[in-house]
């Protein structure tokens, strides 16, 4: 069991035999680590995550804001639900459109 995986997470508590898990199994996280809320967890071990971001346009004097969905892989050590709000980290492809992987349910 890995307790270390380069970020400043919580380790789950319960344990996995996932490959893909970056606590458990061996998957690498690298990159972006992104705060988001779960949108849907109706694919099999895998969710969607969105995350809402203001930017301002000084051109027109406005506020815009800009939704971004990530697909992230979640391990089965981590339980989440629509509604949470979760970290994902960047991690290798691994399928066409998922290239994350929850590591850290944030308290509600």
Known sequence: MKSNIGLN???PETECTDKKCPFHGELVVRGQVI????????MIG??????NIRKRVPKYERN???LHK???HVPACIS???????KIAECRKLSKTISY???????E
């Not at 705060?35 to 109706?42: A, D, I």
């Not at 992987?101 to 308290?107: F, N, R, S």
């Open 70 to 72: 990530y697909h992230a």
């Open 35 to 42: 705060t988001g809320e779960v949108e849907s967890t109706n």
């Open 9 to 11: 997470v919580k380790v």
């Open 80 to 86: 989440i639900s629509p509604g949470d709000s979760v």
């Open 46 to 51: 895998s969710a969607v995550i969105t995350r």
């Open 101 to 107: 992987v929850v590591v850290e349910k944030v308290t």
């Open 64 to 66: 815009i804001t800009v």
